[in-house]
């Protein structure tokens, strides 16, 4: 069966432009979730969900029908015991989500808002966080999606274990885009989904635990669905997951976790700085801004001004390159004129290469078209 399938260039953080053959990996036959076949897929796929952030046996990947945001609420759910604060470090439109969600199950928070455009006063952070035994654990974004910076992980992470705080990241769009290693970067629990940097189907989000930690967490859960515990109870029990998963969606992550690990991670993040790297190039040649700083750039989002004097609307630019198979991503923060633009998926030179020249042909239909009005 070879039906060909219409590529689509995303340059949206996921779902993101897939091979063909992890598209092909759902077209399974219909199994159920409860049979030998399916419970060995998800005992693989949770071993190598370990492997790509270097952790052994004494961690354990515990999955969830769910998109990302199912994960982190589970585990903000269920980690943080009744009576004790949460440190969340929100610089962006992820970090305040994590807010929101803590305090939806009451969760008590201490909040620290930064600015995108602001490092992180990392002693300032430690300082609080040792002096507050009430604060059981602090989470990071590491990579905030809202704009394309990379928090400080490997920093944070020794903070935490000195001050002897559990470390909790919200790795969705990191995980498999940078290094990560569990135990270098101090993680109790990190969390991520199928359909970012792994390149699968969306629908599958996991918390990567630390096993004696999650075995603490017994008798947390404030949600019956969102039971950290029992979910991880369950599978190591019985092999199956509790409820039901995206059957087809679980062989896709299996596919693009072969494929992650036959490229390996060290040329997936090169290919992720490469292509953003020629992107932010071409992007600055023809006028437009890269407003993420370069310090602290992620190599996976940048958000990009329009060119000085333009009056792009955001609307009218999707659309124009949306007919012609890329789509780009409104802003998030209220930074003006902006949009976003990420490199995350099976994306190829010659894919940024065709984006850039459709944008020039957009900029140069928009100034025939000044010029009409002028004339
Ligand atoms: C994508 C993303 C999420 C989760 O989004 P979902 O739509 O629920 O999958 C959470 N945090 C970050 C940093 C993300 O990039």
Do not use: W
């Not at 969830?64 to 994960?71: E, H, L, R, V, W």
């Amino acid at each position: 069966m070879t039906t060909q399938i219409p590529r689509k260039i995303l340059l949206n953080p996921g779902p993101v432009t897939t091979t063909d053959t992890v598209k092909q990996a759902q077209v399974v036959p219909d199994i159920c979730h409860r049979e030998h076949e399916f419970t060995s897929l998800i005992q693989k796929i949770r071993s190598d969900l370990l492997k790509v952030v270097h952790a052994k046996d004494d961690y354990t990947a515990v999955l969830f029908g769910a998109s990302g945001t199912g994960a982190l609420e589970a585990c903000l759910s269920s980690v943080i015991p009744e009576g004790k604060k949460v440190l969340i470090v929100n610089n962006g439109s992820y970090g305040e989500r994590l807010v929101s969600i803590a305090k939806r199950h009451h969760i008590e928070v201490v909040e620290l808002t930064f600015t995108f455009d602001q490092e992180l006063p990392l002693e300032k952070i430690e300082s609080i966080l040792a002096d507050d035994e009430a604060i059981h654990s602090c989470v990071l974004v590491h990579h905030e999606t809202s704009t394309g910076i990379l928090n400080p992980l490997r920093e944070m992470g020794a903070i935490c274990k000195r001050t002897g705080k559990q470390f909790i990241v919200d790795a969705m769009s990191s995980y498999a885009g940078v290094p990560i290693d569990v135990y270098q970067d101090n993680i109790d629990y990190l969390i991520s989904s199928s359909n970012k940097c792994l390149h699968g189907m969306p629908g599958l989000s996991f918390v990567i635990c630390n096993k004696a930690r999650v075995l603490e967490t017994q008798n947390n859960a404030r949600t019956f669905y969102f039971d950290l515990y029992k979910q991880y109870s369950s599978v190591e029990k019985t092999g199956e997951m509790p409820f039901t998963p995206p059957v087809q969606a679980a062989y896709a992550l299996n596919q693009a976790l072969d494929e992650y690990f036959a490229q390996t991670g060290a040329k997936r993040f090169a290919q992720f700085r490469s292509n953003y790297t020629q992107l932010r190039q071409g992007l600055e040649t023809l006028g437009f801004e890269v407003v993420t700083p370069e310090a602290r750039q992620s190599y996976l989002l940048m958000t990009v001004c329009n060119p000085k004097g333009s009056d792009y609307n955001f609307n009218h630019i999707h659309d124009y390159l949306f007919e012609r198979g890329y789509t780009i991503y409104p802003k998030k923060l209220s930074i003006p004129n902006t949009f976003r633009l990420a490199c995350i998926g099976d994306l190829t030179p010659e894919d940024i290469d065709n984006f850039l020249s459709e944008l020039k042909q957009y900029q140069l239909m928009c100034s025939e078209s000044l010029q009409q009005v002028e004339e």
